[in-house]
């Protein structure tokens, strides 16, 4: 594949990225903002004993969203948010592909001497790992404590970011962890967060109860997802930065504490 041919696929793809990645984390934080706002309006409103509702203005004209506890519209008039999480993710993982794997920046003979081969496996295997453990802890009761999650969450993130550090190039290392929170957020949504929604549309459609417990672990899904978004989003722009990031010796500190800024970001952000 000639250079310009590679070139030009890869503004491509990283255009078509940001730009679906930018839909995909507008609307997650827009609806983390609204459902904050709709408890503030219910609480004022069970006061007044009038229905909860948030008003906005945008583009010249009101905007009223209220939230119904019955679907009264036909499933199929539902609207459904997913493709954008679902082309965000395949452009992204192409991009590595490209970028990393056929790219040549994903060895670095001074860390490691495995071969291309060796560090692509564990740079997926990372994703793949990384979903698995998340996906169990989320379920069990570690999560019912948001301290305790993040606190071990955190530990966990700091000895994969080392651990990758000492195996594959700084700037592999830092890509591949953002790729795993990237995966994870993915597969919250498709395997998660979507099979509760179908559930609770097919519930509401056909009259009988929904189990609240599939909604409670979608709404959680939804609130790490948050948390993960900003740090992935630091990890994009520190490959611009390597002196600073990737490239430093102790690169693999600097983006732990970049992680870990980056959630405290995101608490303010959904407190907003």
């Known amino acids: 594949m000639s250079f310009s041919i590679t070139e030009w696929l890869n503004l491509a793809l990283r255009w078509f990225h940001v730009f679906a990645g930018i839909l995909w984390i507008g609307q997650t934080y827009y609806f983390t903002w609204l459902d904050g706002q709709l408890k503030k309006e219910e609480k004022a409103a069970e006061k007044t004993g009038t229905k909860g509702a948030v008003w906005m203005v945008h583009s010249g004209g009101f905007y009223t969203v209220e939230k119904q506890k019955e679907l009264r519209v036909p499933g199929a008039q539902v609207h459904w948010f997913r493709w954008e999480a679902a082309l965000t993710w395949l452009s992204g993982f192409l991009l590595l592909i490209l970028v990393y794997y056929f790219g040549g920046i994903m060895l670095d003979d001074s860390v490691s ?45 700091v000895a994969v970011a080392y651990g990758l550090t000492h195996v594959v190039s700084g700037r592999a290392a830092y890509i591949h962890v ?29 009259g009988a109860s929904f189990d609240q417990t599939l909604a409670d672990q979608a709404k959680l899904r939804s609130k790490h997802n948050t948390f993960l978004a900003i740090p992935v989003v630091f990890i994009m722009l520190s490959n611009h930065f390597p002196v600073a990031t990737y490239g430093s010796h102790y690169n693999w500190a600097i983006l732990s504490a970049l992680i870990l800024v980056g959630w405290i970001a995101a608490k303010i952000v959904r407190r907003a």
């Open 113 to 157: 001497s495995v071969p291309l081969w060796g560090a692509i496996a564990i740079g997926i295997g990372t994703m793949l790992a990384g979903w698995a453990v998340y996906d169990v802890a989320a379920r069990t009761a570690l999560s019912r404590s948001d301290e305790l999650f993040a606190s071990v969450a955190f530990a966990a993130i």
């Open 178 to 206: 953002g790729a795993m929170f990237g995966t994870i957020m993915f597969l919250n949504v498709w395997m998660r967060i979507l099979p509760a929604q179908r559930r609770l549309i097919a519930a509401a459609g056909g």
